[in-house]
């Protein structure tokens, strides 16, 4: 079975421009969480999806966006960026919610904001 | 709100020798704990999740409940341990994760 896939690896863009990320699960799985990774701040939770819908969202701005195709696979968005948005941005996939359905990471997607 | 605590940033240690990460959590329902590894240039992987109970490369990790902890123990490391270790709890309803600030661990030959 393939592995949770981001797409792009990296991105280069510039303050006020935005940014789309997209995240493939692996087959069969419906929820779709994305974190961002940073040396100063860990891993912080971003939203999750299930089915097309938003479950559950972390403390970040509106600028951050999210969503989930019929397909299950995810895109995030970041519009007006800033420095701070300097970040790995990981995918994670699981089969439902559950102790028998932990999650699973993408390589992540690396955004760096000049 | 929930919490993780991974109070030692850096654990060197020598090939052979007993290593344990410490984990502490906060969380007023019954949470979920799982640890997870990075090694260098690869994807974070799942490690181990208390519910299993289970071994895996030579790690297990109990959960204490009295104490909330989820300590991970391994009785005698290897140089393939070195890697980034991240406890994370995940809350009963959904899939949100809370992680650690991590765990760099260094096995020295």
């Known amino acids: 079975k393939a592995g949770v896939t981001q797409t792009p690896r990296y991105l280069i863009k510039t303050r006020g421009q935005q940014v789309t990320l997209s995240c493939s699960p692996i087959?069969?799985?419906?929820?779709v969480s994305w974190y961002q990774q940073t040396p100063g701040q860990g891993l912080q939770f971003l939203f999750e999806?299930?089915?097309?819908?938003?479950?559950n969202k972390g403390n970040f701005p509106g600028r951050f966006s999210g969503r989930q195709f019929s397909n299950s696979r995810s895109e995030m968005n970041v519009s007006t960026l800033e420095l701070g948005d300097s970040a790995l941005y990981l995918c994670a996939s699981s089969l439902e919610q559950g102790p028998n359905s932990p999650l699973h990471f993408g390589n992540g997607t690396r955004l760096t904001v000049t | 709100a929930q919490r993780v605590t991974q109070p030692e940033k850096l654990l060197s240690v020598f090939k052979g020798a007993p290593v344990e990460l410490k984990c502490n959590y906060s969380y007023s329902g019954s949470p979920e704990l799982f640890w997870y590894v990075q090694y260098s240039r690869q994807r974070l992987q799942l490690l181990l999740r208390?519910?299993s109970r289970e071994s895996i490369k030579g790690f297990t990790a109990d959960l204490n409940k009295g104490e909330t902890s989820f300590h991970l123990k391994k009785p005698f490391a290897q140089e393939e341990d070195s890697a980034m270790y991240y406890c994370?709890?995940?809350?009963?309803?959904?899939?949100?994760?809370?992680f650690g600030g991590g765990t760099r661990v260094l096995v020295k030959p």
């Open positions: 087959s069969g799985h419906r929820s």
């Open positions: 994370a709890l995940r809350e009963a309803a959904g899939n949100k994760l809370t």
């Open positions: 208390h519910i």
């Open positions: 999806y299930f089915s097309e819908t938003q479950r």
